[in-house]
């Protein structure tokens, strides 16, 4: 029996989004991935989970789901403030799972949905379709019976193809078959998007950090509509142009708001650095006070924490951050 081949076309308009990708990807390697901004990294992450959620239908705006994964009391329906709490979870396994492992996506599926369904972590048993607004069937997803063979089909193909195949490619077409297996009995569309970034973030790190999920809520029709005509047409060619143009998309505005960033940080760490003597330990309220600031949170968010994360100040006392006694020295 011949191996499974997902069809679709390398077309030229894939190949020039790829190459705008690359040269996006080296600037962004420029700002030293990311490393510097974690409030940058982490406001991306809110923004992918935000997304995702919101096109599968979640009512939490996303200062709710902000505060649902800061831990704050959020007043909405339960099962939503679940979904937000499996999705941060499942996010932040990213690194720690391998995408070409089936045992792996199951046990993230079962992060995703836990206590949201019955079916956790487990293939299907009945009959999946995708409906339009009226309830008419738009989508048959295959037989039950056949999900798991269809599944293992298509990790075998990326395993042997992940050396041969562009990631971006690759991604693009697990993220097409993965939605039209359907394997799941809800989750779906989450594990679909989440996947292909944890495929591409084996591939470059910072995709850990790029919220496509934001890029697709924008253009959800257009999502749609491009699942469908692949569909319509038995192939996953236009998918991949699309999440190419997606991806392409979200990482301009990511460079963007990195060089806003940087010179955020620049900014307010060389004031800090221009009252501060290399090695003479000062407190936090001396620092203040040269810097002639009121507010403890700008100083922590805007001054404190990004010199710190940047090596260019030290505490006296590395191991108790919060001591009465901690100092702060320039080095």
């Given at each position: 029996m011949s191996k499974y081949v997902?069809?679709?076309t390398i077309t030229n308009k894939m190949l020039k989004l790829i190459g705008n990708i690359m040269e996006k990807i080296g600037n962004l390697d420029n700002f030293d991935n990311l490393n510097k901004m974690p409030v940058l990294r982490k406001n991306n992450r809110i923004r992918s989970i935000h997304s995702s959620l919101a096109i599968e239908a979640n009512s939490l705006t996303y200062n709710q789901v902000k505060e649902?994964?800061?831990?704050?009391?959020?007043?909405?329906?339960?099962?939503?403030?679940?979904?937000?709490?499996?999705?941060?979870?499942?996010?932040?396994?990213?690194?720690?799972?391998?995408?070409?492992?089936?045992?792996?996506?199951?046990?993230?599926?079962?992060?995703?949905?836990?206590?949201?369904?019955?079916?956790?972590?487990?293939?299907?048993?009945?009959?999946?379709?995708?409906?339009?607004?009226?309830?008419?069937?738009?989508?048959?997803?295959?037989?039950?019976?056949?999900?798991?063979?269809?599944?293992?089909?298509?990790?075998?193909?990326m395993k042997e193809n992940k050396s041969e195949i562009h990631p971006l490619i690759l991604s693009s077409v697990f993220h097409y078959e993965f939605v039209f297996i359907h394997p799941f009995s809800d989750g779906n569309g989450r594990m679909a998007r989440l996947w292909q970034n944890i495929i591409l973030s084996k591939w470059k790190r910072i995709f850990e950090y790029v919220p496509i999920e934001s890029q697709i809520k924008k253009y959800q029709d257009d999502y749609y509509k491009a699942i469908n005509d692949c569909n319509q047409e038995g192939n996953s060619t236009k998918f991949i142009e699309f999440?190419?143009?997606?991806?392409?998309?979200?990482?301009?505005?990511?460079?963007?708001?990195?060089?806003?960033?940087?010179?955020?940080?620049?900014?307010?760490?060389?004031?800090?650095?221009?009252?501060?003597?290399?090695?003479?330990?000062?407190?936090?309220?001396?620092?203040?006070?040269?810097?002639?600031?009121?507010?403890?949170?700008?100083?922590?968010?805007?001054?404190?924490?990004?010199?710190?994360?940047?090596?260019?100040?030290?505490?006296?006392?590395?191991?108790?951050?919060?001591s009465k006694n901690q100092r702060y020295y320039k080095i």
């Open positions: 997902p069809p679709f649902v994964i800061n831990g704050n009391l959020v007043i909405g329906p339960q099962k939503e403030i679940q979904e937000v709490k499996n999705a941060y979870k499942a996010y932040e396994m990213m690194n720690k799972v391998n995408p070409y492992n089936i045992d792996d996506l199951l046990k993230i599926h079962g992060v995703m949905i836990y206590l949201t369904v019955e079916e956790s972590g487990t293939f299907r048993s009945g009959a999946e379709g995708v409906f339009d607004e009226k309830g008419n069937c738009i989508f048959m997803a295959p037989k039950p019976e056949f999900v798991s063979s269809l599944i293992n089909d298509l990790f075998n193909w999440m190419c143009k997606m991806i392409d998309e979200v990482l301009e505005e990511l460079v963007i708001n990195t060089k806003k960033e940087l010179l955020h940080i620049n900014t307010y760490v060389s004031k800090l650095l221009s009252v501060m003597d290399y090695n003479i330990p000062m407190t936090a309220l001396e620092i203040m006070e040269k810097l002639n600031l009121k507010s403890k949170d700008s100083f922590r968010d805007n001054y404190l924490r990004p010199a710190l994360d940047n090596g260019l100040i030290k505490m006296t006392i590395p191991n108790k951050p919060t």
